[in-house]
């Protein structure tokens, strides 16, 4: 029986196969929405990248030999590293609309200071904004939106096949004109509980002309909140219809942005 030799070139060229796949996905694994919080550990993120790569390899394209330890294979490294953050990136900006809509909302009505730590960002949100990240998350999950993302990030292997990644100045620009994105449509989303508050602000500036005796502040304060949540109650029967245009235009912009050179 002849012994099996293993030559170091066959070697790197196997890790190599395994490496570049699995740059990628720990850049994606790393930011994209429910996965890349920190409610999910960093080592269940690494192994749960490390078996994609392994899973996936048989549907990627020819992959370039390297040499682990040369500057050259660094760079290629970095490249799919960056380009699976920007596909995250791109998703977590799409759950922020979410997240500012209630900010903007909660503000409006005098609920800033009913904050709370968001345990998927450990930062401190009101509790609307927590409210709709929830709602998005469960209808994320239930759309299979993170295996579309994966998905995604396989096809990315078609415009971008590793070692000639070309990231080019328009890509990083088109990705910071979506901010000016995200306050449209959270806006858009915050636009009927604004022009809801405004008349009722406008007859409680009517009735404090009118009866200058009525303590305004006291009475209208509680009233503007619970107008405020039955409006909020209100609007989420077009809740999916939202998340569905939204989550639609982020497809669409990830795919002029990663997935189109």
């Given at each position: 029986m002849q012994p099996i030799i293993l030559t170091?070139?066959?070697?790197?060229?196997?890790?190599?196969?395994?490496?570049?796949?699995?740059?990628?996905?720990?850049?994606?694994?790393?930011?994209?929405?429910?996965?890349?919080?920190?409610?999910?550990?960093?080592?269940?993120?690494?192994?749960?990248?490390?078996?994609?790569?392994?899973?996936?390899?048989?549907?990627?394209?020819?992959?370039?030999?390297?040499?682990?330890?040369?500057?050259?294979?660094?760079?290629?490294?970095?490249?799919?590293?960056?380009?699976?953050?920007?596909?995250?990136?791109?998703?977590?900006?799409?759950?922020?609309?979410?997240?500012?809509?209630?900010?903007?909302?909660?503000?409006?009505?005098?609920?800033?200071?009913?904050?709370?730590n968001d345990p998927t960002t450990g930062i401190s949100v009101t509790s609307l904004s927590q409210f709709y990240l929830l709602l998005v998350t469960l209808c994320f999950i239930g759309m299979n939106g993170h295996i579309l993302l994966i998905e995604a990030l396989l096809r990315s292997y078609q415009a971008f096949p590793p070692g000639a990644i070309d990231l080019s100045r328009e890509h990083f620009i088109e990705i910071a004109l979506l901010s000016s994105w995200l306050f449209e449509k959270a806006l858009v989303m915050s636009l009927p509980v604004f022009a809801f508050l405004m008349v009722i602000n406008i007859a409680f500036g009517i009735m404090s002309r009118s009866a200058p005796q009525l303590n305004i502040f006291a009475v209208g304060f509680p009233f503007t909140v619970l107008c405020g949540l039955l409006m909020i109650g209100y609007g989420l029967n077009n809740f999916l219809a939202d998340f569905a245009m939204i989550i639609e235009q982020g497809f669409a912009h990830l795919e002029s942005i990663t997935l189109t050179r």
């Open positions: 170091d070139q066959q070697i790197a060229q196997w890790l190599g196969q395994l490496f570049l796949p699995l740059t990628r996905y720990s850049g994606l694994l790393m930011l994209m929405p429910v996965i890349g919080t920190r409610l999910v550990p960093a080592r269940t993120r690494m192994m749960l990248a490390f078996w994609l790569a392994i899973i996936s390899a048989p549907l990627l394209p020819a992959l370039p030999a390297l040499d682990l330890l040369s500057l050259p294979t660094l760079l290629i490294l970095a490249e799919e590293l960056l380009l699976g953050m920007m596909i995250g990136f791109i998703f977590m900006l799409v759950f922020q609309v979410f997240v500012l809509a209630g900010q903007f909302m909660a503000l409006k009505l005098g609920m800033g200071f009913s904050a709370m």
